[in-house]
């Protein structure tokens, strides 16, 4: 083997190990047998959700997921062998590969990588189960408007349960003061208003009557 060739196989090894690493998911299926139409049809699916499908060498993957810590992968690198990647979503590539692989006899899972844990079959297929991102984001977002909608539907009823019985709240009017009141109120007024001029010549009228006394 040439020393290009060998550098071109190394490169390759990093590349692989390095997508390993940075992948959300990397699911390894057994894609021979199936027709190119069915081929295409996959890629297409996969590759709507963020997925993409590489055909790999065995020697390639099994160096580069020593190299990426996955060597526990390695067993399952028999045979002619595909990788679905995935940089976001841990759970596309086994849900997608599993619904395909049911109407598809040819397709068979083999094992992977989830969250940077290697897994088994087994494990492929439980994740394979879960509902999509959305469908998770979806019931998350259902469950925190469930209490407010419920908590709104229920005041409305009670708003419309009594605008039906006639209960419509009324501001309540302001009574206006008896006029008999008003005018007692206003004779006070006019006594404790009395002139101080009066008060004062009532006051000084015994002081002047005194010095007349006191003259004579």
């Not at 006051?203 to 005194?210: C, H, K, Q, R, T």
């Amino acid at each position: 083997m040439s020393e290009q060739n060998i550098a071109l196989k190394a490169q390759q090894v990093d590349e692989v190990a390095q997508l390993l690493k940075d992948s959300a998911s990397a699911i390894v299926v057994d894609s021979r047998g199936l027709t190119v139409a069915q081929v295409n049809d996959l890629r297409n699916q996969l590759r709507a959700e963020g997925v993409s499908l590489k055909v790999i060498k065995n020697k390639i993957m099994t160096r580069a997921a020593e190299k990426a810590g996955f060597e526990e992968l390695n067993p399952v690198f028999v045979g002619p062998s595909a990788v679905a990647f995935s940089e976001s979503d841990a759970i596309a590539p086994a849900r997608i590969l599993k619904k395909f692989s049911d109407t598809a006899d040819a397709l068979e899972l083999k094992g992977g990588i989830v969250d940077g844990k290697v897994v088994s079959l087994d494990e492929v297929n439980r994740y394979a189960a879960l509902p999509s991102r959305e469908a998770l984001l979806g019931q998350l977002m259902a469950e925190f408007q469930f209490p407010l909608r419920s908590f709104m539907y229920a005041v409305k009823a009670v708003a419309e349960k009594r605008e039906a019985d006639g209960e419509v709240a009324e501001a309540p009017a302001v009574e206006a003061a008896p006029a008999e009141a008003t005018e007692e109120a206003t004779a006070e007024d006019a006594v404790a208003e009395e002139p101080k001029e009066e008060v004062a010549e009532a006051v000084e009228a015994p002081a002047a009557e005194n010095n007349e006394e006191s003259a004579e």
